[in-house]
């Protein structure tokens, strides 16, 4: 979007000529400048006094729309504007936004404290961004602008489709959500020790950053001066995100942190800032921070591990054949795998056939919903098996062999409703050899 600045140069280099820009180089305009970026030559010409009243009036339009397209915003959508979101989903977001960080309780609220913008915008999720409007008012050619566009734009013709696709993919989200292991919950060292500091439960992206929650000294019998922690972690960095007054923090942004003071509130005030980052990357692994004061020391767990991504595919609830594929590998035996695809037709007719094939003289397999690969002759049963499943696009698959026959026992709807509603990766039926 152009700016009054903006405008002022591009007039200004509108009047400038050759025997002017000494006259305007002490200008806010900053022609000269200008001038001297842009390598324009202008032809020494006299400015009249008609061409000097255009120019001024052309100057005080331009700062006026400036001002109109400044001051126009895009008006507040309501949420049904922008898209369909599910309850749950507006409450997952809302309380991403509204953490219980550390130094909001404690009951040390009355302790001020001055923020690191730089160090939290770094360490602190994104929960306070903004998207510019769809389309800017004015488009700056050359110019690097961002642009968003909501979701809702593309189903305004049909709300209802939109609706429904948002139901159906929040279902499914929360089915593999259920299969997914839980979480551990963070639990905390409160004992003996005058240190409390969490024993399990935190967790990290790979090069990601945690605020450490639970930090905490208690005074001794024996009074002493001042109270003096040491921190250390092995893969990852310590620091602050707020400085406490009358507390010092030696080794910010490194492996191993220093926190002492003379108040012991200042000090555990400093300890609800305390923030790790990891640097040394590694997809699963495990960090074991050292948390020590006087004779006293605990130990922080901190996991290192990649968030599991849902794939959420997009079915029928009541199809079977857009959820489960039938894969097998064949080598020399045609006769038996036609009496498989024939028995599997009799129960699933439409449902998805894939065969690998490294036999010899190939034959053609052919029919509705088969996938017939040939392979190089005895290439074997591991990469026939690895090039079948690579193939498959449904949420599951079903190996069998290609002697393998169906019968109206064989449910596949049983192994799928065990695979969906346990944590069960592999299921099977019993088979009968005859």
Known sequence: MFTAEFMLQTVAVLLCSGNQVTQLEDSTCGCSAVMAVMNFSLPEMRVRSRTKVVA???LLLLTLGTIVFQGTKVGSRSRHDILYAPSSWQNTQKSQLNNDYPWKGGGLQHIPYVWKDTVARRVLPDGNCSCPDETPLISIPLYPYASSKYFGSDFASNPDELKEVMNQRNKEKERLEQRAPPLGPVLFANGKSPLSYPTQGLRVEPMGSIVIPGLKLEELAERTETFDIQLNAQLGVLTTLADIPSVIVEGG???HLSISSGSLDHLNRQLQFLAYTNIDFDPDTVDYADIRYIYFQGTIPIRIQH???LQIFDFPQDDIAARVTIVTKTFLRYNMLR??????RQFYPTITIIIADDSEHPEKVEGENIEHYIMPYKKGWFAGRNLAVSQVTTPYFLWVDDDFIFTRKT???????VAENTNLDVVSLKFLIK
């Open 56 to 58: 001024a009036g052309l």
């Open 339 to 344: 009496q498989l695809i024939d028995s599997v």
């Open 411 to 417: 449910k596949i709807e049983l192994l799928l409703q």
């Open 307 to 309: 968030k599991r991504f």
């Open 253 to 255: 942004g490194t492996k």
